[in-house]
Protein backbone atom coordinates (compact mmCIF):
# COMPACT_ATOMS: atom_id res chain seq x y z
CA UNK A 1 0.00 0.00 0.00
CA UNK A 2 2.83 2.23 0.84
CA UNK A 3 4.30 2.36 -2.58
CA UNK A 4 0.71 2.92 -4.66
CA UNK A 5 0.25 5.61 -2.00
CA UNK A 6 3.82 7.78 -2.47
CA UNK A 7 3.51 6.75 -6.52
CA UNK A 8 0.08 8.39 -6.31
CA UNK A 9 1.09 11.23 -4.40
CA UNK A 10 3.88 12.03 -6.89
CA UNK A 11 1.12 11.99 -9.73
CA UNK A 12 -1.39 14.07 -8.38
CA UNK A 13 0.76 16.73 -5.73
CA UNK A 14 3.97 16.93 -8.12
CA UNK A 15 3.47 16.42 -11.40
CA UNK A 16 -0.18 17.69 -11.50
CA UNK A 17 0.70 20.19 -8.67
CA UNK A 18 -2.87 19.81 -6.71
CA UNK A 19 -3.03 20.65 -3.51
CA UNK A 20 -2.98 18.65 -0.72
CA UNK A 21 -6.74 18.17 -0.32
CA UNK A 22 -7.42 17.35 -3.84
CA UNK A 23 -4.65 14.77 -3.58
CA UNK A 24 -6.08 13.31 -0.77
CA UNK A 25 -9.19 12.63 -2.22
CA UNK A 26 -7.83 11.28 -5.18
CA UNK A 27 -5.79 8.90 -3.90
CA UNK A 28 -8.75 8.31 -1.53
CA UNK A 29 -11.38 7.50 -4.88
CA UNK A 30 -8.60 5.42 -6.68
CA UNK A 31 -8.36 3.48 -3.85
CA UNK A 32 -11.91 2.59 -3.15
CA UNK A 33 -13.44 2.97 -6.67
CA UNK A 34 -14.94 5.54 -5.97
CA UNK A 35 -15.82 8.41 -8.90
CA UNK A 36 -15.67 11.60 -8.26
CA UNK A 37 -17.58 14.57 -9.96
CA UNK A 38 -14.69 17.36 -11.21
CA UNK A 39 -16.80 19.65 -9.35
CA UNK A 40 -15.47 18.21 -6.04
CA UNK A 41 -12.17 18.66 -6.64
CA UNK A 42 -12.75 21.66 -8.03
CA UNK A 43 -14.11 23.07 -5.09
CA UNK A 44 -11.28 21.46 -3.03
CA UNK A 45 -8.98 24.25 -4.89
CA UNK A 46 -8.90 26.35 -1.41
CA UNK A 47 -8.47 23.61 1.25
CA UNK A 48 -5.29 23.74 1.38
CA UNK A 49 -4.93 24.94 5.52
CA UNK A 50 -8.23 27.28 4.45
CA UNK A 51 -6.29 28.84 1.19
CA UNK A 52 -3.44 29.20 2.67
CA UNK A 53 -4.62 30.52 5.63
CA UNK A 54 -3.11 28.25 7.73
CA UNK A 55 -6.40 26.99 9.44
CA UNK A 56 -7.85 23.23 9.54
CA UNK A 57 -5.37 21.05 6.99
CA UNK A 58 -6.60 20.06 3.96
CA UNK A 59 -5.20 16.33 4.47
CA UNK A 60 -8.13 16.35 7.29
CA UNK A 61 -10.62 18.09 4.95
CA UNK A 62 -10.22 16.04 2.23
CA UNK A 63 -10.13 12.93 4.02
CA UNK A 64 -13.60 13.78 5.69
CA UNK A 65 -15.35 14.77 2.21
CA UNK A 66 -14.45 11.58 0.93
CA UNK A 67 -15.94 10.04 3.65
CA UNK A 68 -19.33 11.43 3.78
CA UNK A 69 -19.18 10.56 0.05
CA UNK A 70 -17.94 6.64 0.47
CA UNK A 71 -19.96 6.50 3.21
CA UNK A 72 -23.20 7.60 1.82
CA UNK A 73 -22.32 5.10 -1.17
CA UNK A 74 -22.31 2.44 1.88
CA UNK A 75 -25.35 2.95 2.85
CA UNK A 76 -24.72 4.91 5.84
CA UNK A 77 -27.33 7.55 7.18
CA UNK A 78 -26.04 11.62 8.11
CA UNK A 79 -25.44 11.22 11.62
CA UNK A 80 -23.78 7.78 11.31
CA UNK A 81 -21.22 9.56 8.83
CA UNK A 82 -20.82 12.56 11.39
CA UNK A 83 -20.11 9.87 14.10
CA UNK A 84 -17.71 8.76 12.00
CA UNK A 85 -16.15 11.66 11.00
CA UNK A 86 -15.71 12.99 14.52
CA UNK A 87 -13.90 9.91 15.22
CA UNK A 88 -11.61 10.17 12.35
CA UNK A 89 -10.55 13.73 13.48
CA UNK A 90 -10.21 12.73 16.84
CA UNK A 91 -8.12 10.13 16.29
CA UNK A 92 -5.82 11.62 12.97
CA UNK A 93 -5.21 14.36 16.22
CA UNK A 94 -4.42 11.70 18.84
CA UNK A 95 -1.66 10.60 16.13
CA UNK A 96 -0.55 13.67 14.00
CA UNK A 97 -0.79 16.19 17.15
CA UNK A 98 -2.94 18.54 15.72
CA UNK A 99 -5.70 19.20 12.72
CA UNK A 100 -4.41 22.74 12.01
CA UNK A 101 -2.04 23.15 9.06
CA UNK A 102 0.35 25.18 10.40
CA UNK A 103 0.75 23.46 13.42
CA UNK A 104 1.08 20.41 11.05
CA UNK A 105 3.27 21.75 8.12
CA UNK A 106 7.14 21.12 9.36
CA UNK A 107 8.46 24.58 10.48
CA UNK A 108 5.11 25.88 9.76
CA UNK A 109 4.85 28.35 7.33
CA UNK A 110 8.02 30.45 5.82
CA UNK A 111 8.34 32.06 2.28
CA UNK A 112 11.12 29.91 1.38
CA UNK A 113 9.19 26.77 1.69
CA UNK A 114 9.58 24.51 -0.96
CA UNK A 115 6.54 23.26 -3.25
CA UNK A 116 4.41 20.18 -1.45
CA UNK A 117 6.68 20.83 1.81
CA UNK A 118 4.12 17.92 3.13
CA UNK A 119 4.28 14.95 0.54
CA UNK A 120 5.95 13.00 3.65
CA UNK A 121 3.03 13.82 5.76
CA UNK A 122 0.40 13.37 2.78
CA UNK A 123 1.53 9.98 2.60
CA UNK A 124 1.44 8.87 6.15
CA UNK A 125 -2.25 10.50 6.83
CA UNK A 126 -3.53 8.61 3.69
CA UNK A 127 -2.38 5.41 5.15
CA UNK A 128 -3.94 6.58 7.98
CA UNK A 129 -7.38 7.50 6.10
CA UNK A 130 -7.08 4.26 4.33
CA UNK A 131 -6.52 2.12 7.01
CA UNK A 132 -9.51 3.65 8.87
CA UNK A 133 -11.68 4.14 6.59
CA UNK A 134 -11.09 0.60 5.75
CA UNK A 135 -12.77 -0.46 8.70
CA UNK A 136 -16.35 0.61 7.06
Request: aromatic share 10%; charged share 20%.
Amino acid sequence: MELFVADRVQEYAWKQDLNCAQTTLLVLSEKFKIELNSQIIDGSSGLNGAGQYQAQCGLVEGALIFMGIYLRSQQKEKLEIQNICKSYAQNFESKFGSLSCSRLRPNGFNLTDPPHLCSDLTEQTLLFAIDFISTY
